[in-house]
DNA sequence: CTGAGTCATTCTCAGAACGAGAAGAACGTA
DNA sequence: TACGTTCTTCTCGTTCTGAGAATGACTCAG
């Protein structure tokens, strides 16, 4: 063949590094739930630029030798310590990419963001680069800049001020009011590079994911009860929940969730009876979704 | 203060020829309706890799220069000849990247992948390296391979055969049998790279899509009826839809259509009432949300 | 041990949304 | 003019939803 010979000398001659360079990272935006709060993986930066400053765990893609998805896996591993065993429970799933010429001083770099959910992880241990890491609450990292592409809409908050009962032996969570930004937190607030948005972005995802998939359950353990999930579902979307219709909702939803018979114990619980016992189903789309309260003043 | 001091000399020694280079470039999934089905624009290879073969329009993003989107934007713009005002009426999303190393045989090469819904466009042409570009039935194209990471599942066709009327002056159209894959349409069935599979994913983005998002009127000029907007979703989801329950849905979802008060002339119709006319509304989400028919059959 | 408070689970009820079918009127074509 | 097509509006029975409440199991402070 005239072609493929063709193709093969086209190929012996490329020069890779013809083209001015752009440089691809892989950053992770690792959700978990910690004493009944969304808390997102952060790392404080050991080299420059922005030393010293809160990023999101990532780095690099090494060029040849692995996918995006490897890349990302590989980062969250790093950046958390977590075996094999552990990294096959957290869902990880492709956010977006972000590639604005300016958004590193260094270079041009695109990144490929990913969004993680995790059951509830030990205490991050700074790997790679890293000076350190922490899971730190989205309640203080909220404030959200203008999407490149479709998202990162001003994200939605709670409805009120109030409390409500995590899962199994969490502490009442307070809500915050409608408009109030969030107090920077302790650790401060702002990101490096532009990775603000790409939290805001990756919240919003989560928030929409956990409607019409069972990815809620990503972030629990094998095991949980209705409350539990309901207790997710509150954290990430930041409202409360009707117990009484969730409940009818989750165990309406087929394969959502499926018994194990057993019921469990509840240790530090402020009383009630004792929860039943449920595990993952094997659904991939939830139908009749749960969609989140107050979508219509979201629609405009 | 000496920490600026210290980020400004390390950005001065920073030499970004020193990684092995990853290539990045966009590639465009363009949608449209041409005579009541759905197409998406493709390219003839002008040159090596897969020279001759169908591939997505793309190209490398100009390093330093320009963001994803602006690429995007610009190789939408170089294969279909639109000037800017005409690109202003084509919504343009992300839609994923796609980088695993041997995706490109040159070298490593990461896709950001880009969702276009475009109105009837003129036919395309071939702008740039590209040696022919066209409007290709997606019927033809839709063999789908397995995610990097979470979508790309095997996509769903409509459930019977049959025809439908299209919008105004459309002809019918068939539908597929279900599991039968469609046949290779004239011009061959696979593109070149992964671009099936980008393909395969814009599709069921779209679909998704236009579930919950007005999205569907970016198919449509400026006004149009409510079964132009029917025809939409029939050709993207692939099966006919019952007329007066879609029409009773359109008009409940607030801010989806607003009425201009007129009434269209009909030209190639085969009878029937002239339809009133409508225009986009203002709502960026749909809700309630218009759910693709057959929805349980697909959860697990 | 008792009383108060917490919480899982199940019901009720009214309103909203849905799919299927059909009616009535407007319009093109044979 | 007769007929087939299509827009538009209704009806009907079913399902889904949010709000509220009842029941009973359990914890904890006194």
Redesign the interface.
């Known amino acids: 063949m005239d072609?493929r010979q063709?193709?093969k000398e086209?190929?012996a001659a490329?020069d890779?590094?013809a083209?001015?360079?752009?440089?691809?990272t892989v950053d992770v935006v690792a959700l978990t739930l910690r004493e009944g709060g969304l808390h997102v993986l952060a790392v404080r930066r050991g080299g420059?630029?922005?030393?010293?400053e809160w990023a999101l765990p990532g780095g690099?893609?090494?060029?040849?030798?692995?996918?995006?998805?490897e890349?990302a896996a590989r980062e969250l591993a790093e950046e958390t310590g977590l075996d094999a065993a552990a990294l096959g429970r957290v869902h990880?799933?492709?956010l977006?990419?972000?590639?604005?010429?300016d958004r590193d001083?260094?270079?041009?770099v695109?990144s490929?963001a990913y969004l993680a959910f995790a059951p509830h992880l030990p205490d991050a241990t700074a790997g790679g680069d890293a000076a350190g890491a922490d899971w730190l609450p989205v309640q203080a990292i909220l404030p959200a800049g203008q999407p490149?592409?479709?998202p990162s809409?001003p994200i939605e908050q709670g409805r009120r001020t109030g409390t409500y009962g995590g899962g199994t032996g969490r502490r009442p969570v307070p809500f915050e009011a409608p408009g109030e930004p969030a107090a920077p937190g302790p650790g401060g607030h702002g990101f490096a590079f532009d990775h603000d948005r790409i939290v805001a972005d990756g919240l919003e995802r989560a928030r929409a994911k956990i409607e019409y998939t069972p990815l809620a359950t990503a972030f629990l353990g094998e095991t949980f009860t209705i409350s539990d999930l309901r207790a997710v579902y509150e954290a990430v979307w930041g409202a409360p929940l009707h117990a009484g219709n969730f409940h009818r909702k989750v165990l309406s939803v087929?394969?959502f969730v499926e018994s194990t018979g057993e019921t469990g114990s509840r240790p530090g619980s402020r009383g009630g009876p004792r929860a039943r016992l449920y595990r993952a189903g094997?659904?991939?789309?939830?139908?009749p979704a749960l969609l989140r309260p107050d979508?219509?003043a979201?629609?405009?």
């Open positions: 072609a063709q193709e086209f190929l490329y890779p590094r083209f001015d360079p752009i440089a691809v420059q630029p922005f030393a010293g690099f893609v090494r060029a040849g030798r692995e996918s995006l998805d890349a990880l799933e492709q977006g990419s972000y590639g604005r010429p001083p260094r270079m041009h695109v490929v490149e592409t479709g809409r087929p394969g094997d659904a991939r789309l939830l139908h979508r219509e979201a629609v405009r």
